[in-house]
């Protein structure tokens, strides 16, 4: 009896780097002997021993922040700590009014943060979900079924169709054995196992002798010898992969940091240089300088930017949303704006993800199939001519051999085609409806006797029928060489003819190189009273009927939206699980490759880290990739500056699309533990929805590049007028309080309003932008200075005019704010075309959220200035006619150089270029 070998056992709670043994690469026996398994299964008593010694076979729970914490963390913002200092300051001052409005400000902050935020990470739970929840082993030379995180190392585990395997499993015995592992690996197709080992260096999709736990048996059964579990197994690995990943900031909340810094910095020394200049120079009292102080940073703070950010990103979250696109964290919207590279999958995104026949071969013609997937809507053309199956016989004779050596149905439910069987009969099926056959009525005329299954070991399918007339009928289906080994005929023009061999080889290797998968028909008539089909019936005698080549087509929209990617200055490259002969044929189609140049797995293996770096910005195309090498092509195209965004569907994405920029994961064919790493979910898994997605990304980048140019000259016109009245020794013609209800106010207002802006023309004819370029240019700093000075001179100029004529200190000051609302309103309407001229009818009255925000302001600003409790919580008070005249013209004065100003630099670039 083998028995455990010390050395093979890791020590509890040790997890043992899967690949550390190479269970693929070792016989059977060496397996059975290594893990301690023996044919008739583990005792209870060895199962127990192990399971104490191994431990559960789950995965660890992930890490998950409460929600208090995540609430308190929305507090960790620089801008909002100088808010908390100015609360604690007027409160310490008994000012409470103005200690509540800001305190307010503060929370209402957070909250918006604590709920846009959403759900938690949940990659890791997602992928703890994908192991089975049962397993059937052999222990004690009996059949059970148990809890899968029971099983232990040793341990006998019987599959069938239909079973998540539950462990890594060493198999031991396979008939007809195939294993759908494009969680792992990304493979579309089932993987046909077998028992014999592989070379130590074999990539994880061609490790035939391996059952990898989360992935599913679709065909045939199997029994494997359990090696690895829990966190060992290579799911396992893919976890603990995840927990390592850091999750990078978007470029935007870079951006905003660095801006957040930059402005905390300048805004502290300018309150204290305005304190100490105003308790030196004019001997100000220590209360009246904290309160002078303490205005001037609350009116420098953008507190409405934090806000209007949010809305803007999640009205950008909407617009992606009716264009496929599910966003789960909101700054991922504004980074699809500045992507440079994205890196997508091949099967399901670029591809469909359906088989279909593109290829036809008989003994006399070669026939093109048009059409998509599984829906039976195409044509047969030969030389781009197109043709029906009755003008051919042989066709015709093909198309009914593959609805009757099927077993798959294709059925309509909503417009839509679904497939009920494999995807090689429904790729045949099909073929057979585009031929203008009832497959129904085939069936009925030729129903099936009796059936040989496919079967790994003989490579083929036979069926037998028999008409209503008592004619027999044998059809066999399967490799193409192995069906030319049963042909001794071929048929041609509706007659037999001797089989030309080299003929068919020919289109063999022509198909090959194609990157097509070739499947081969024939048949023969047997005798009425044949009712069995046995091997010996099909070894010899056959009719080759066609040969078909088949593809997972490229979607005819994505080859569209890969050009417009390129055409923004975006790289696109494939990374792909698959051969590389068919990653190099599908990319063909896309105009990916320099030269048609694939780089395997295995090839990246054998590279530098310099040379790694180098060839993840030149090659476009990879092939063979393991869930380190996607992760590794992320970060080398990150190291140079790239922001990437990466497509995936498999647990295998998972590692890469956390580190991303920005995951995308596919929303039907797609694992929850690839849609939970992401930031996107493609509800349609097409690549032209992240095309789309770039767009309306640029275009919220845009948006929010607006509503920051509104909202930082109130800000600085605010600061300077206080500064302005410190300096000059005057009365502050804006408290604290009326500070905080202009930035709110018009924040929510006057900001969101740009949020709706419709994208731009030429929006995806221009570079992305660069990562690290701030985010107000030079120019743009230059219109927010202009504007915050014509700011200052129209409210301290208008206040000191009120005095100037005898009004109350509240009444000039109340006049002071109106003009800086006012101000902003017809500001906003320069901001509508940065650039180009706003008094067009498009650009004054071509905005219905433009215009329902300036009619919201001006109704808060009468409220503000007449309702009786908001003169005791605001200290305003009414004001006359003649002063609303005086706002109404120094707004229009603002509008009126702002244009000006817009027409010089129209001119001033004009002359440049």
Not at 26 to 33: C, Q, T
Not at 256 to 284: E, N
Not at 398 to 406: K, M, V, Y
Not at 816 to 837: D, P, Q, S
């Given at each position: 009896?083998?028995?455990?070998?010390?050395?093979?056992?890791?020590?509890?709670?040790?997890?043992?780097?899967?690949?550390?043994?190479?269970?693929?690469?070792?016989?059977?026996?060496?397996?059975?002997?290594?893990?301690?398994?023996?044919?008739?299964?583990?005792?209870?008593?060895?199962?127990?021993?192990?399971?104490?010694?191994?431990?559960?076979?789950?995965?660890?729970?992930?890490?998950?922040?409460?929600?208090?914490?995540?609430?308190?963390?929305?507090?960790?913002?620089?801008?909002?700590?100088?808010?908390?200092?100015?609360?604690?300051?007027?409160?310490?001052?008994?000012?409470?009014?103005?200690?509540?409005?800001?305190?307010?400000?503060?929370?209402?902050?957070?909250?918006?943060?604590?709920?846009?935020?959403?759900?938690?990470?949940?990659?890791?739970?997602?992928?703890?979900?994908?192991?089975?929840?049962?397993?059937?082993?052999?222990?004690?030379?009996?059949?059970?079924?148990?809890?899968?995180?029971?099983?232990?190392?040793?341990?006998?585990?019987?599959?069938?169709?239909?079973?998540?395997?539950?462990?890594?499993?060493?198999?031991?015995?396979?008939?007809?054995?195939?294993?759908?592992?494009?969680?792992?690996?990304?493979?579309?197709?089932?993987?046909?196992?077998?028992?014999?080992?592989?070379?130590?260096?074999?990539?994880?999709?061609?490790?035939?002798?391996?059952?990898?736990?989360?992935?599913?048996?679709?065909?045939?059964?199997?029994?494997?010898?359990?090696?690895?579990?829990?966190?060992?197994?290579?799911?396992?690995?893919?976890?603990?992969?995840?927990?390592?990943?850091?999750?990078?900031?978007?470029?935007?909340?870079?951006?905003?940091?660095?801006?957040?810094?930059?402005?905390?910095?300048?805004?502290?020394?300018?309150?204290?240089?305005?304190?100490?200049?105003?308790?030196?120079?004019?001997?100000?009292?220590?209360?009246?300088?904290?309160?002078?102080?303490?205005?001037?940073?609350?009116?420098?703070?953008?507190?409405?930017?934090?806000?209007?950010?949010?809305?803007?990103?999640?009205?950008?979250?909407?617009?992606?949303?009716?264009?496929?696109?599910?966003?789960?964290?909101?700054?991922?919207?504004?980074?699809?704006?500045?992507?440079?590279?994205?890196?997508?999958?091949?099967?399901?995104?670029?591809?469909?993800?359906?088989?279909?026949?593109?290829?036809?071969?008989?003994?006399?013609?070669?026939?093109?199939?048009?059409?998509?997937?599984?829906?039976?809507?195409?044509?047969?053309?030969?030389?781009?001519?197109?043709?029906?199956?009755?003008?051919?016989?042989?066709?015709?004779?093909?198309?009914?051999?593959?609805?009757?050596?099927?077993?798959?149905?294709?059925?309509?439910?909503?417009?839509?085609?679904?497939?009920?069987?494999?995807?090689?009969?429904?790729?045949?099926?099909?073929?057979?409806?585009?031929?203008?056959?009832?497959?129904?009525?085939?069936?009925?005329?030729?129903?099936?006797?009796?059936?040989?299954?496919?079967?790994?070991?003989?490579?083929?399918?036979?069926?037998?029928?028999?008409?209503?007339?008592?004619?027999?009928?044998?059809?066999?289906?399967?490799?193409?060489?192995?069906?030319?080994?049963?042909?001794?005929?071929?048929?041609?023009?509706?007659?037999?003819?001797?089989?030309?061999?080299?003929?068919?080889?020919?289109?063999?290797?022509?198909?090959?190189?194609?990157?097509?998968?070739?499947?081969?028909?024939?048949?023969?008539?047997?005798?009425?009273?044949?009712?069995?089909?046995?091997?010996?019936?099909?070894?010899?005698?056959?009719?080759?009927?066609?040969?078909?080549?088949?593809?997972?087509?490229?979607?005819?929209?994505?080859?569209?939206?890969?050009?417009?990617?390129?055409?923004?200055?975006?790289?696109?490259?494939?990374?792909?699980?698959?051969?590389?002969?068919?990653?190099?044929?599908?990319?063909?189609?896309?105009?990916?490759?320099?030269?048609?140049?694939?780089?395997?797995?295995?090839?990246?293996?054998a590279l530098s880290e310099d040379e790694f770096v180098a060839v993840a910005n030149d090659a476009d195309i990879f092939a063979r990739t393991t869930p380190e090498h996607k992760l590794r092509l992320v970060r080398a195209l990150q190291t140079t500056g790239h922001v990437v965004a990466m497509t995936g569907d498999g647990v295998n994405d998972a590692p890469a699309l956390?580190?991303?920029?920005?995951?995308?994961?596919?929303?039907?064919?797609?694992?929850?533990?690839?849609?939970?790493?992401?930031?996107?979910?493609?509800?349609?898994?097409?690549?032209?929805?992240?095309?789309?997605?770039?767009?309306?990304?640029?275009?919220?980048?845009?948006?929010?590049?607006?509503?920051?140019?509104?909202?930082?000259?109130?800000?600085?016109?605010?600061?300077?007028?206080?500064?302005?009245?410190?300096?000059?020794?005057?009365?502050?013609?804006?408290?604290?309080?009326?500070?905080?209800?202009?930035?709110?106010?018009?924040?929510?207002?006057?900001?969101?309003?740009?949020?709706?802006?419709?994208?731009?023309?030429?929006?995806?004819?221009?570079?992305?932008?660069?990562?690290?370029?701030?985010?107000?240019?030079?120019?743009?700093?230059?219109?927010?200075?202009?504007?915050?000075?014509?700011?200052?001179?129209?409210?301290?100029?208008?206040?000191?005019?009120?005095?100037?004529?005898?009004?109350?200190?509240?009444?000039?000051?109340?006049?002071?704010?109106?003009?800086?609302?006012?101000?902003?309103?017809?500001?906003?309407?320069?901001?509508?075309?940065?650039?180009?001229?706003?008094?067009?009818?498009?650009?004054?009255?071509?905005?219905?959220?433009?215009?329902?925000?300036?009619?919201?302001?001006?109704?808060?600003?009468?409220?503000?200035?007449?309702?009786?409790?908001?003169?005791?919580?605001?200290?305003?008070?009414?004001?006359?006619?003649?002063?609303?005249?005086?706002?109404?013209?120094?707004?229009?004065?603002?509008?009126?150089?702002?244009?000006?100003?817009?027409?010089?630099?129209?001119?001033?670039?004009?002359?440049?270029?």
């Amino acid at each position: 009896m083998a028995v455990l070998q010390p050395n093979n056992i890791p020590e509890s709670g040790s997890a043992r780097p899967p690949g550390e043994q190479p269970w693929h690469a070792i016989s059977v026996d060496a397996a059975m002997e290594s893990r301690g398994g023996k044919p008739s299964g583990l005792t209870a008593k060895e199962a127990r021993e192990r399971l104490a010694e191994y431990g559960p076979n789950r995965l660890p729970p992930p890490k998950s922040r409460s929600a208090i914490v995540r609430f308190l963390a929305q507090f960790n913002n620089v801008l909002l700590y100088v808010l908390v200092g100015a609360a604690v300051v007027t409160a310490l001052l008994g000012h409470w009014i103005d200690t509540g409005v800001i305190v307010g400000v503060v929370i209402i902050n957070a909250i918006v943060g604590f709920i846009q935020e959403g759900k938690a990470e949940k990659a890791l739970e997602a992928i703890h979900d994908m192991l089975s929840p049962q397993a059937r082993v052999r222990r004690g030379d009996r059949s059970l079924t148990v809890p899968a995180e029971t099983l232990v190392p040793g341990d006998i585990v019987l599959l069938q169709s239909g079973d998540r395997v539950p462990a890594d499993l060493r198999l031991l015995e396979t008939k007809s054995l195939q294993i759908q592992e494009s969680a792992l690996t990304g493979e579309s197709e089932a993987v046909e196992k077998a028992t014999e080992p592989v070379a130590r260096e074999t990539e994880l999709g061609d490790r035939t002798p391996m059952a990898y736990a989360g992935t599913l048996v679709t065909y045939g059964k199997g029994i494997g010898v359990a090696v690895e579990t829990a966190n060992r197994t290579e799911i396992g690995r893919i976890s603990s992969m995840l927990t390592e990943v850091q999750t990078l900031p978007t470029p935007l909340l870079r951006q905003i940091a660095v801006f957040s810094r930059w402005l905390t910095l300048a805004i502290l020394v300018i309150a204290a240089a305005t304190f100490v200049f105003g308790l030196l120079v004019y001997s100000y009292s220590l209360n009246d300088m904290f309160m002078a102080a303490v205005g001037l940073a609350v009116a420098a703070i953008p507190e409405g930017l934090p806000p209007v950010m949010t809305i803007t990103l999640a009205i950008g979250v909407t617009r992606m949303a009716r264009r496929n696109a599910i966003i789960r964290r909101l700054p991922a919207v504004e980074t699809l704006g500045s992507v440079t590279v994205i890196c997508s999958d091949k099967t399901g995104t670029l591809t469909r993800n359906e088989l279909m026949v593109q290829t036809i071969v008989t003994a006399r013609q070669l026939y093109t199939v048009t059409g998509s997937g599984y829906e039976p809507v195409g044509e047969f053309r030969i030389d781009d001519e197109p043709v029906t199956a009755s003008q051919y016989p042989d066709l015709a004779a093909a198309a009914q051999a593959t609805i009757l050596c099927n077993d798959a149905e294709l059925t309509e439910l909503e417009g839509s085609w679904h497939l009920h069987g494999n995807p090689t009969d429904g790729a045949l099926l099909t073929v057979g409806m585009k031929a203008k056959l009832d497959v129904a009525f085939e069936r009925r005329s030729q129903p099936r006797t009796d059936l040989i299954p496919f079967e790994s070991v003989h490579k083929f399918m036979a069926t037998l029928h028999h008409d209503h007339e008592g004619h027999g009928y044998i059809y066999v289906k399967g490799a193409p060489e192995r069906i030319l080994e049963m042909c001794a005929l071929q048929r041609s023009n509706g007659e037999d003819v001797p089989l030309d061999i080299d003929y068919w080889l020919e289109r063999i290797e022509a198909l090959a190189s194609k990157a097509q998968r070739v499947i081969a028909i024939a048949w023969r008539s047997t005798e009425p009273s044949h009712l069995q089909l046995r091997f010996n019936d099909i070894e010899t005698g056959l009719t080759l009927i066609a040969m078909f080549g088949l593809i997972d087509p490229p979607r005819s929209d994505a080859i569209e939206a890969v050009s417009k990617c390129q055409n923004a200055g975006i790289q696109v490259k494939m990374i792909t699980g698959d051969h590389a002969t068919t990653a190099r044929a599908v990319a063909a189609h896309f105009g990916l490759g320099k030269d048609h140049r694939v780089l395997t797995g295995k090839e990246l293996d054998a590279l530098s880290e310099d040379e790694f770096v180098a060839v993840a910005n030149d090659a476009d195309i990879f092939a063979r990739t393991t869930p380190e090498h996607k992760l590794r092509l992320v970060r080398a195209l990150q190291t140079t500056g790239h922001v990437v965004a990466m497509t995936g569907d498999g647990v295998n994405d998972a590692p890469a699309l956390k580190r991303a920029d920005i995951g995308i994961a596919m929303g039907r064919k797609g694992t929850e533990a690839a849609k939970e790493a992401a930031e996107m979910v493609l509800t349609d898994d097409n690549f032209a929805s992240i095309m789309h997605a770039v767009e309306e990304g640029r275009t919220v980048f845009d948006n929010l590049k607006k509503s920051i140019l509104v909202l930082l000259p109130t800000s600085i016109g605010e600061a300077l007028t206080i500064l302005a009245a410190v300096l000059l020794a005057q009365a502050l013609p804006i408290t604290p309080v009326q500070i905080l209800w202009i930035n709110m106010i018009t924040a929510v207002t006057l900001g969101m309003a740009l949020a709706f802006e419709p994208t731009e023309a030429g929006v995806m004819e221009r570079p992305p932008r660069s990562p690290d370029a701030p985010i107000l240019s030079a120019f743009l700093t230059w219109r927010i200075v202009f504007v915050s000075m014509l700011l200052l001179v129209g409210t301290f100029g208008l206040f000191k005019l009120e005095l100037a004529f005898g009004a109350s200190l509240d009444a000039a000051r109340t006049v002071a704010v109106n003009t800086l609302v006012a101000g902003e309103i017809v500001y906003l309407f320069n901001c509508r075309r940065i650039t180009e001229k706003s008094w067009t009818r498009d650009g004054l009255f071509g905005s219905r959220p433009v215009l329902i925000a300036v009619a919201l302001v001006i109704g808060f600003q009468l409220l503000f200035t007449y309702l009786p409790v908001m003169q005791v919580l605001f200290h305003t008070t009414p004001i006359d006619f003649e002063a609303w005249a005086r706002i109404i013209l120094f707004a229009l004065c603002l509008f009126i150089l702002v244009e000006l100003e817009k027409a010089a630099t129209r001119r001033y670039r004009s002359r440049l270029t």
